[in-house]
């Protein structure tokens, strides 16, 4: 092309649009799905739980895909898989969880495998054995969620839902307790053990308790607890003591409470108060030392049978118990004597009191008290005197009583504690009583006595045979011979009875002086015939009126 070419016959470039590109009917199907699938996604993710890893040492029965997580027996978990850890030592188990349920994954929820049970507390898990186990849940507390938890080996005591209050026990030892062991309020069951541990000095256990509503407004700070568990057997001055709360505690032990009378005033405990748990209950019914008075006793004999915990009775009525029993020196004659320490208490001194004494004697003052005890003592002779309370333990008691006669005395409150008077026991008068008995034994001249009791005796014996001699005389003489007199006698009569039948009535008439004295001669023969005869008879039956006489015949 020249310079001087025509411009105009040059061809102009025009734009032409491109053709839109036209879809095909049939790609219309395929995305249609796509963004259905996609959809789906979307909202399984937005309505999809979190995920969590459980740490168990076993995994008994947990199956991926079919254990389920279940709160209040409603699903809101699925196991999704179960390993072990990389040092083999746990079981991890990875669980899908519903979105609804994220609210109960913080970080002090508590997991366990629900599987059949028996326990302290009772049989757990009952159903598991057809429905087939599953992991229980337990909320927490805490504000924080968290993904990874480890589960418990045993489920908890107390779960959601139980309204109550937890308190702590302190024990020097466990004893038969356990997580379950029940708590007894009057020998209802009204809580249960969830727990114990070491105290952290190491020294006693902390027993963590659960008391259920409304049997927690019963415990207030006053209240003392003591170890119920099985049966507490004791023998003391009131004989064989057995003490339980109910079957359940004789076979897995429990715990009673009670609040005592002599308290008052009381305000509810707060949640996870500390109590002292007593071993039964007399010791946790002991009122304390403000409520009491203390007495020091010295006796003069032996106090095998008396042991600490023995009752003190005042006029045959319990009012305290003894404290301590030992042994005191005393400098001023380098001797020991027996030390017996009792405690007296307000309160079983009033409850056997009537309600207007009872009343007027608790609104007395300490130094008034002291002081009505000072005038029984010292007026109406009020005394200490050990008694035994069983013949068959030969356990004792100390007993307050009023002697009269005994020497004066009065309570020494110079001393710490103050010194109570004393008698001597009823069993150390007898021996007192019997040795004294021995001791004059002992100064009799036996072997005089004896000797002249022997004596005595072989006198008597001489005396017996010559009575014996005497009497076979007067059977082989005397009767003979007073026989032959009777008959003598009697011969006499019939010839006076001849003579007088004689037909001479000129000399032996009825008016004749001979005739009348042969008649009184005959009365005066026959008198002392009869008398004869009657001697002869006593003789007779009476032999030995020869030595003594004739006996004092009763009018």
């Not at 589960?151 to 959601?160: A, D, I």
């Not at 952290?200 to 509503?213: Q, R, T, V, W």
């Amino acid at each position: 092309m020249t310079e001087n070419a025509d411009l105009t016959d040059v061809p102009e470039a025009t734009h032409v649009p491109k053709k839109r590109a036209r879809v095909a009917v049939v790609w219309i199907v395929p995305i249609v799905a796509a963004l259905v699938g996609v959809g789906i996604v979307v909202q399984q993710h937005l309505n999809e739980g979190p995920t969590i890893r459980i740490s168990f040492r076993t995994a008994e029965g947990i199956e991926p895909g079919k254990t389920f997580i279940k709160y209040k027996d409603v699903d809101i978990g699925k196991v999704t898989e179960v390993v072990l850890s990389k040092d083999y030592s746990k079981i991890l188990v990875t669980a899908k969880m519903e979105k609804h349920a994220g609210g109960l994954l913080v970080e002090d929820s508590r997991f366990w495998i629900v599987k059949p049970r028996v326990t302290l507390g009772g049989v757990s898990g009952i159903g598991t054995l057809l429905s087939g186990r599953y992991i229980g849940i337990e909320p927490g507390k805490s504000a924080n969620s968290s993904g990874d938890f480890v589960g418990l080996e045993m489920p908890p005591p107390v779960t959601g839902g139980m309204s109550g209050r937890e308190f702590i026990l302190r024990a020097g030892t466990l004893g038969s307790l356990g997580i379950g062991s029940p708590i007894f309020y009057r020998r209802l069951n009204v809580g249960q053990v969830i727990g114990y541990d070491l105290a952290p000095d190491g020294k006693s256990m902390e027993i963590k308790i659960f008391m259920n509503a409304p049997y927690v407004g019963y415990i207030t700070s006053d209240t003392r607890f003591w170890e119920s568990s099985g049966i507490h057997a004791s023998m003391g001055a009131g004989g064989l003591s057995l003490q339980t709360e109910s079957v359940l505690s004789i076979l897995v032990g429990g715990i009673g409470f009670e609040t005592p009378p002599s308290a008052t005033g009381g305000k509810p405990a707060p949640e996870k108060s500390v109590f002292t748990l007593f071993d039964n209950r007399d010791a946790a019914m002991a009122p304390q030392m403000s409520e009491s008075d203390r007495y020091v006793l010295y006796f003069h004999e032996s106090l095998q049978g008396l042991s600490v915990g023995a009752p003190v009775s005042m006029l045959g009525l319990p009012v305290g118990e003894v404290t301590a029993v030992g042994l005191d020196y005393v400098p001023e004659t380098h001797g020991i004597r027996t030390r017996v320490e009792i405690m007296t208490y307000q309160y079983r001194l009033l409850r056997h009191l009537g309600k207007t004494d009872a009343a007027a004697m608790k609104i007395m003052s300490l130094q008034e008290r002291h002081k009505i005890m000072q005038r029984l003592v010292e007026e109406k002779g009020l005394r200490a005197q050990l008694r035994t309370g069983s013949i068959i333990s030969g356990q004792l008691y100390v007993a307050l009583e009023y002697f009269p006669d005994a020497p004066k005395a009065r309570i020494d409150r110079t001393k710490e504690p103050p010194q109570f008077p004393v008698v001597p026991g009823k069993m150390e008068n007898i021996e007192l009583q019997l040795k004294s008995i021995l001791a004059k034994l002992d100064k009799m001249p036996v072997e005089e006595i004896g000797k002249d009791l022997r004596k005595t005796f072989e006198s008597l014996d001489e005396t017996l045979q010559s009575a014996n001699r005497t009497l076979t005389r007067v059977d082989a003489e005397t009767l003979p011979e007073a026989k032959k007199t009777l008959e003598d006698l009697r011969r006499a009569a019939t010839a006076a009875e001849r003579v007088l039948s004689s037909t001479d009535t000129t000399l032996l008439g009825p008016d004749a002086p001979a005739h009348q004295e042969l008649r009184d001669a005959l009365q005066e023969f026959t008198r002392a015939a009869r008398a004869v005869r009657e001697l002869a008879d006593y003789l007779e039956r009476n032999p030995e009126a020869l030595l003594r006489g004739k006996n004092k015949e009763n009018p």
